[in-house]
């Protein structure tokens, strides 16, 4: 924070921001730090080239991050470093986007078709994250939800190196996202720094699941390691795709920033930064617990995978669009209302002895 105020590194409010005041955003730095001091503590236990690649990118897009926080980079820029590292990934892991694992009766793809996959399927989930960071404790806690669900994975099919990523990745989080939550002295923003490394990281992890050699399809014949990363990412993937759309269709740019995300609407309904993120992860976490249902129901690949495009759509796009057009004086907008007031906390006692906690520290 004192680097941060030294620098004039603060998110300042503006007609489209939700905070009020300005907050340092050199959050990403201190998840980072988090992040390279737990592999290096790993690293005596077992040595992974892996481990050595995650952590030469995250390096990468954090600095890019910081420059973009301090000066601004263009999209095309930023695009172009993204597809960069992606393909240094695929070059030194030789990890891919390769294989479809049965989806539509599909297996391993050429290489004329991996590559473009991988490096559209991966710059659009470090996207996703990044612009999905509008609400106090959203991205952390989506990062910190999805790195467990792919560590659980990773642990179970006996793949050391990305379970330990996903595990470090997600307690670096965890004192970031409290300081977030419940700061008020000690708030901060985690920044293009830490949305750009953070969805680099979980674009590595997809690649390690769904590559040819990935371990998780070779322990867990029936998982669709497709549909489970998607159900994984399913909003800030499927609300990406809405917002992107959407400007386009508008005739501006897909990277024109405005107030049209879910959590938005979230907030235009009144509810708080915390009941914003609890719901919006709510939603996230539902779409794993449907695809969960269908492969432990014997559902396959394609079936797991329609499951989660189905369930994706509908509470992303479809509630966006039904919520916009509820008549608000009928029931169901009127129970959003209600649960839109009972979400606020910041007034109880828990979240002030919370706050005062984290200040303090």
Known sequence: MKMAASRNMFDVPDSRKLQSRPVPVMGGMAVFFG?????????????????FT??????????????????????TLR????ICLVGF????????INDMHGLF????????????????????????????????GLSSGICIFACLCFGIVFCSSYDGTMAVMASLAAGALVPFFFHNVFGLKSKMFVGDSGTLMLGMLISIFCMRMIDNTSLAALNHPRLGVVAFSLSVLSVPVFDTLRVMFGRIFRGISPFHP?????????IELGFSHIGTSVSVISLNAFNVFCWLLCYLFGGDATEQFIVV??????????????????????????????LA??????????????RRLMDSI
Not at 258 to 266: I, K, M
Not at 341 to 354: A, C, D, I, L, N
Request: net charge positive; proline share 4%.
């Open 341 to 354: 007031r009972k979400s606020h906390t910041e007034v109880g006692r828990p979240f002030m002895t919370m």
């Open 309 to 338: 495009v189905v369930v994706g759509l509908l509470n992303t796009i479809g509630f966006y669009y039904s919520v916009r057009k509820m008549n608000h004086q009928r029931a169901p907008y009127r129970a959003l209302r209600w």
């Open 54 to 75: 995650c952590i030469i990118t995250l390096t990468v897009m954090m600095y890019v991050g910081m420059v973009d926080d301090l000066l601004g980079l263009s999209p």
């Open 89 to 96: 990934i695929v070059y030194m892991d030789k990890t891919n």
């Open 258 to 266: 405005d107030r049209s995300h879910l959590h938005h609407l979230f």
């Open 105 to 136: 009766g599909i297996g391993k793809l050429p290489v004329y078709l991996s590559l473009p996959l991988c490096a559209v399927s991966c710059v659009g989930i470090i996207n996703s994250i990044n612009l999905i960071d509008g609400v106090d």
């Open 79 to 82: 695009l172009i470093i993204e």
């Open 35 to 51: 992040i390279v001091v737990g592999a290096g503590a790993t690293s005596v236990f077992f040595n992974s080239y892996a481990l």
